[in-house]
């Protein structure tokens, strides 16, 4: 096969002209054909991705160019087509104007020919590389896979090489025994490019063609907040997580420990799309113990990427003295993302509405003096049971969390019983000047339920009874005439806050100065 058109077209017109001699020659035709030329290596060039040959010329003295082949079929055994002709003896390379050599590897081979139409052998076939690159999200990892250069004896290496949109080419890696390498720890959303150096023992080199990938790691969270954990029930905490939408997320698992283990189990989870912030309400839960509590996002790859800060409730202990005070101990909330800014100390006497009665820094006890209680609930006429129940709340510094957040979390309400205390007048003056000095009033305070007071005379005689814990006797009998001046027995009782039964007895003095 001969493919060289416009060389015989002009030796068609150079025969007619010279018949005589053409037939001459016909008799002493040339029928020895030429050496072929040694193919040193075929390349893809990197500005537009065409194969490029290269070879020594033929050694014999009439050569007219070289004839390129490739497979007539796919594969090299089904014989060879020409798609070029390169005219000159000493010629040593060629560009392939319609390779596709960047879409995929070819195979070459070349011929000489002379003066007379006579063809070499064709050489042994070289193909190029073609290098592309698989990117696998969830590992995260790009792997550049390349088929082995063929037609040299032998491949010293590979070097793999690379660059990113605001970088140059630099090598990546230098391979050996493979035609694949794996790069790790890839930026998201970033265009990488990569090409393959096979470097021949002598030191030639052929190179693949540019290959690029734009990566799509999965975003990650920018931000997993535990927001707080707090008591909303007698056994109930609530919590919340503050979550990035735009985070790649199959789902999110909630963990908690339980009461002397201090593993993490799941208790809950919740679907990417789920409402922000997340909100569990925990139940049925001992609040004399610390529960704390983490949630973990789950990628789409189904991997643990990230966790939150924990959160967890805190744990108040009241207990009275009777000193009239009430000691509060609590566990530090530690957990918020900005830190505690400082601790709001909540009193509740009976059925009256919560009253802030302190802030502290940080601190994990307070002492409560009730004193006062004990006289103004009287001139108030407040019938107050001695129970006293206080919570902590806990408020986060929103300037050192990471979404300008002031979370709060509270602890579980804790009470404890003042006992009850009687202070009894031991003389009334019916006729001082001083209103408070006329009657005989006993100040009962913490525990006053099923109050009663009778008051009689040294000969046993009930002179006055009432169940009103502020009503006391004025010195008048029946008629409406005082009573005369004298000992006078006094007997109270009443029921505590506790349900226990109360009894005081004894003497006080009627005196007219």
Not at 17 to 33: C, G, H, I, K, R
Not at 235 to 253: G, H, L
Not at 342 to 368: G, Q
Not at 449 to 476: Q, S, V
């Amino acid at each position: 096969m001969i493919c060289w058109k416009p060389v015989i077209k002009k030796l068609y017109i150079f025969f007619l002209l010279l018949y005589p001699v053409a037939f001459f020659a016909q008799s002493t035709e040339d029928t020895d054909n030429p050496e072929p030329p040694v193919f040193t290596y075929v390349t893809v060039d990197s500005t537009d991705g065409k194969a490029v040959l290269y070879w020594t010329p033929s050694p014999s003295t009439d050569v007219s160019g070289y004839f390129i082949y490739i497979p007539d079929t796919v594969g090299v055994g089904g014989g060879w087509k020409c798609i070029d002709t390169v005219i000159g003896p000493g010629a040593d390379s060629v560009k392939w104007v319609n390779s596709q050599a960047n879409h995929h590897s070819e195979i070459y081979a070349i011929a000489a020919f002379d003066s007379s139409g006579n063809k070499s052998l064709i050489t042994p076939w070289h193909c190029t590389m073609y290098a592309f690159p698989y990117f696998d999200r969830c590992q995260n990892s790009t792997r550049v896979v390349w088929n082995r250069y063929v037609g040299w004896d032998s491949v010293a290496y590979y070097n793999v090489y690379y660059k990113t949109e605001t970088s140059s080419y630099a090598l990546l890696a230098q391979v050996y025994s493979d035609s694949s390498y794996n790069q790790t720890d890839m930026q998201s959303d970033i265009q990488y490019c990569y090409y393959v150096e096979a470097v021949n023992g002598d030191g030639r080199v052929s190179l693949s063609n540019l290959t690029c990938i734009v990566t799509n790691v999965p975003h990650l969270p920018k931000y997993l907040v535990a927001d707080y954990a707090t008591v909303t029930g007698s056994s109930q905490i609530t919590v919340a997580f503050t979550i990035d939408p735009n985070a790649e997320i199959n789902n999110y698992k909630l963990c908690r420990t339980n009461p002397g283990d201090g593993s993490f189990y799941q208790i809950a989870t919740f679907p990417a799309n789920t409402s922000n912030p997340i909100i569990y309400e925990d139940k049925d839960l001992d609040l004399n113990n610390i529960y704390r509590y983490k949630l973990i996002a789950n990628d789409v790859c189904y991997r643990d990427i990230d966790t939150s800060n924990e959160a967890c409730n805190i744990r108040l202990s009241a207990v009275s003295d009777d000193d009239m005070t009430l000691h509060l101990q609590w566990s530090l909330y530690s957990n918020f993302k900005g830190g505690v800014k400082n601790y709001n100390i909540f009193r509740m006497v009976d059925t009256y509405p919560p009253e802030l009665v302190a802030v502290l820094n940080i601190s994990d006890l307070h002492i409560d003096d009730v004193t006062a209680f004990t006289y103004s609930h009287i001139l108030e006429k407040k019938y107050l049971s001695g129970k006293f129940c206080y919570l902590v709340e806990a408020v986060e510094d929103s300037a050192n969390n990471p979404v300008g957040m002031e979370n709060k979390s509270r602890s579980n309400i804790s009470c404890d019983v003042q006992p009850p205390r009687v202070f009894v007048p031991n003389c009334i003056y019916p006729n001082s000047e001083i209103e408070k000095n006329r009657v005989f009033l006993p100040y009962v305070t913490f525990g006053s339920l099923d109050y009663a007071l009778t008051i009689y005379n040294r000969w046993g005689e009930k002179i006055f009874e009432t169940t009103d814990t502020y009503c006391g006797w004025n010195g008048k009998v029946k008629g409406g005439n005082f009573a005369p001046s004298g000992i006078y027995v006094y007997y109270i009782t009443f029921t505590t806050s506790d349900g226990k039964p109360y009894k005081k007895c004894g003497e006080f003095l009627l005196y007219y100065p």
